[in-house]
């Protein structure tokens, strides 16, 4: 019995995770897997309901479970709250309660969706990159930080810190994805200028002599988004710290027509790990019905992938999503001349069902 549990968050989340909840329960009856759902809060929500972003019982659970799936979090009715109450804080804060230092983002591009991505269809087809970022370290929890009045002004600022072995670790699951897929890792920093990534340089030279059967290049930060929309095909893993992965798997994103269609999956060293979608929580379109289902389908995909233990459970859901939109049914983001336009629970129906129809 696998424990899963569900954090809805804010804005499109709720629609979003209630789908993903239909798709597990066709698993079960389909596979004969068997699984336990709990649901917490995390995100404006929380703070809504009890005060802060991220519940002590949420922390909980999710140290309980198996594997985390998640929504989204965040949205302008919460931006002008103090910072440690932010939705934002509790997605950073049950990363850290968790130790998930490993956020792995694929970004693939379904042959039949060359067409909505803005740039040329043969730059782009055939993308397959996974960009992993180092999730737990960095500028987003260094120390010191804050806002502080010197002469008048005010001034803010972050630390951008990194260990040694937390560099290893990642560049080393970078090493270890590469290894499956086609041996070649980038690893990207901004070593001509941060003395952070200097030492992150070394490290990731250091890891490379230990796996000497998978190519390693470096490359620094603002080539790497030039490249990655001048000739995105040229990379195969890259790995690199938690503020330019975060810029970087957001620009690779787009390459694949829609921020809609991308899944992640955030892992600590027990193999645990939490999953969500690439895109945020979209407010605007909250409630409408509009809400591309299928991120957070393959983002179930990789749970069963890696957390789960089941590859033909993840290779079947993948499947049924291909299978989709070969049909020509496509979500209002995806949307193209000669298909026809769907909403969120009737493309959540269409993918269920095609599961079942091959299964």
Known sequence: MSKILALPGDGIGSEILDEAIKLIAAVESLFGFQCEIEHGLIGGIAVDQVGKPLPDETVK????????????????????????????????????????????????????????????????????????????????????????????????????????EEIARIVQAGFDAARKRGSRLCSVDKANVLDVSGLWREVATEVGQENPDVELSHMYVDNAAMQLVRAPKQFDVMVTGNLFGDILSDCAAMLTGSIGMLP????????????????????????????????????????????????????????????????????????????????????????????????
């Open 61 to 164: 659970l999710a140290k309980q479970a198996d594997a985390v799936l998640l929504g989204a979090v965040g949205g302008p009715k919460w931006d002008t709250l103090e910072r440690h109450l932010r939705p934002e804080r509790g997605l950073l804060g049950i990363r850290a309660e968790l130790g998930l230092f490993a956020n792995l983002r694929p970004a693939i591009l379904f042959p039949q969706l060359a067409a909505a991505s803005t740039l040329k269809e043969e730059i782009v087809a055939g993308l397959d990159i996974l960009i992993i970022r180092e999730l737990t370290g960095g500028i987003y929890f260094g120390e010191p930080r804050g806002q502080k009045e010197v002469g008048g002004n005010r001034v803010g600022f972050n630390t951008m810190v990194y260990q040694e």
């Open 264 to 359: 992640s999956a955030s892992l600590n060293e027990s193999g645990a790990g939490m999953y969500e979608p690439v895109h945020g929580s979209a407010p605007d379109i909250a409630g409408t019905g509009k809400a591309n289902p299928l991120a957070t389908f393959l983002s179930a995909a990789m749970m069963f992938r890696y957390s789960l233990g089941r590859a033909d459970i993840a290779d079947a859901i993948d499947t049924a999503v291909g299978a989709v939109l070969d049909k020509g049914l496509r979500t209002g983001d995806i949307f193209s001349a000669g298909c026809r336009e769907v909403g969120t629970v009737e493309m959540s129906d269409a993918v269920i069902n095609a599961m079942r129809q091959a299964g």
